[in-house]
C-alpha cells in the first residue's frame, strides 16, 4: 500500500488544540539565579588564581633557598604540576615571574642540576616535535647524504639540558647529531657519528648553521679528506676496529663558540628554532 505524503502531513491543516505542541518559551532567570551563577564563576576565578599563587610560591622557594634540599625536589614539583594543567604549569615555568626572570633561570644560575632535569620533563611535554630531513646523493664511488634540522626552543633546551641528541638512517647506518657541552674545556660543540651496531665509516662532513636575516650562516667546515674512520662506541673499540682505514674514532666534533648563551643569539630564527644542514659523504670504494 502507497501512501500520499501530502495527506499525511499538511502544513496548511489547522492544529486543535489538543493537538497543539507544548509552548518552548523560555522563563527568563530571576536576579537571585543570576547572581548565583555569577558568583560560582568568580568563586571558581578565585580557586584558580589561588592555586596558580601557591604553585608559584612553592617554585620560587624551590628556585631561590641558597640550602634547598636537592632529593627533594622531584617530589615537590611533581605535586605543584598536579594542580595546574600540563601547558599551565609549563608556562608558569617559562614565564619571568620571579625577580623579572624564569623560574628556569634561577635553576640553572643556582646550579640546581635535579631541579632543572624536573623542570625539564615538564617543558618538553608541550614542546612540538623537531623536524629532521634526509635527502641521498649517489657521487660517483661515494654516497652523500644532506640532513636538515629544525630544531624548536633550541636556546632554551640546551641550556636546561647541556645536551640535544638526534638521529636519523641513511647509506644502511644510524648516525647522530648531537649538541653538548665539551666538559674537557668547558666550550659548547656539535658532533656526529655512528650508532651501534652500525658498520664504521670513513666520512667527511659540513655543517651550517643558519643565521637571523642579514646575518651570514655560521659554516663548519668538512676535513680535506677522508682522514678517521667512524665506530660506533662500544667497549675497547680502538682494538676492535684497529684495522680500519685510518684512525678509528667515535665522533667528529667542530667547536660552536659562546653565541649559545648570548641573549638574542644570531643563529636562531624569532621563534628560537635552529636551522642547521649537515652535508655528509660516506666513503664506498
Known amino acids: 500500500m502507497t501512501t500520499n505524503p501530502s495527506e499525511d ?22 536576579e537571585s539565579s543570576s547572581a548565583t551563577l555569577q558568583s560560582s564563576f568568580f568563586s571558581l576565578l578565585f ?30 614539583i611533581n605535586v605543584c604540576a598536579a594542580d595546574l594543567t600540563t601547558q599551565e604549569f609549563s608556562k608558569l615555568l617559562q614565564t619571568p615571574n620571579i625577580e623579572d626572570h624564569t623560574a628556569l633561570y634561577w635553576a640553572i644560575v643556582n646550579n640546581q642540576r635535579e631541579v632543572v632535569a624536573a623542570f625539564a620533563a615538564f617543558i618538553s611535554e608541550c614542546c612540538p616535535p623537531d623536524e629532521i630531513e634526509v635527502h641521498e646523493v649517489k657521487m660517483g664511488n661515494n654516497h652523500q647524504f644532506v640532513v636538515s634540522f629544525r630544531i624548536r626552543k633550541f636556546q632554551r633546551r640546551l641550556r636546561i639540558t647541556h645536551k640535544l641528541n638526534y638521529e636519523f638512517v641513511a647509506d644502511g647506518r644510524i648516525w647522530f647529531l648531537r649538541f653538548d657541552m665539551y666538559t674537557v674545556k668547558w666550550k659548547w660543540r656539535v658532533l656526529y657519528g655512528v650508532s651501534s651496531p652500525s658498520l664504521p665509516a670513513c666520512t667527511k662532513a659540513s655543517l651550517k648553521i643558519e643565521g637571523k636575516p642579514g646575518r651570514k650562516p655560521l659554516k663548519l667546515p668538512p676535513s680535506d679528506n677522508f682522514a678517521e674512520t667512524i665506530v660506533p662506541q662500544e667497549p675497547d673499540y680502538f682494538q ?32 628560537g628554532a635552529l636551522h642547521a644542514t649537515l652535508r655528509l659523504t660516506c666513503k664506498t670504494g
Open 9 to 30: 502531513f499538511d502544513d496548511q491543516k489547522s492544529v486543535g488544540a489538543g493537538d497543539a505542541p507544548p509552548s518552548y518559551d523560555t522563563t527568563p532567570l530571576s
Open 240 to 271: 676492535k676496529y684497529s684495522g680500519v682505514a685510518g684512525k678509528p674514532t667515535v665522533y667528529v666534533w667542530w667547536p660552536l663558540g659562546d653565541w649559545v648563551m648570548y641573549d638574542n643569539p644570531v643563529y636562531v630564527d624569532r621563534d
Open 47 to 76: 580557586v584558580a588564581r589561588q592555586k596558580r599563587t601557591a604553585v608559584l610560591s612553592r617554585i620560587r622557594d624551590i628556585v631561590l633557598t641558597p640550602d634547598f634540599n636537592p632529593s627533594s625536589a622531584a617530589s615537590i
